[in-house]
């Protein structure tokens, strides 16, 4: 299965393990709300406190090397 992850940098990039979420992977048209609570760290870095919003720089969609896909993205907000 392929793994597509949103992650959201903060303003601190001590370690490149940033918070992110994977959301599950579809073959239709899908809304998604993220709340700010549902984003981990993977682990593999220093471990930072709560995610941060106010500290919010970057937003990256990551896609996996070699990954066949097409992707909408329509309407992105970040709210508190």
Known sequence: TEIYTLSLHDAL???????????????????????????????WGHAGSAFDPASLYQVLFQIPVGATFGIWIDDVAFTM
């Open 13 to 43: 990039p001590i370690c490149y393990d940033h918070y992110g979420y994977r959301p599950p992977v579809t073959t239709t048209w899908t809304k998604y709300t993220v709340a700010f609570s549902q984003l981990a760290q993977e682990g």
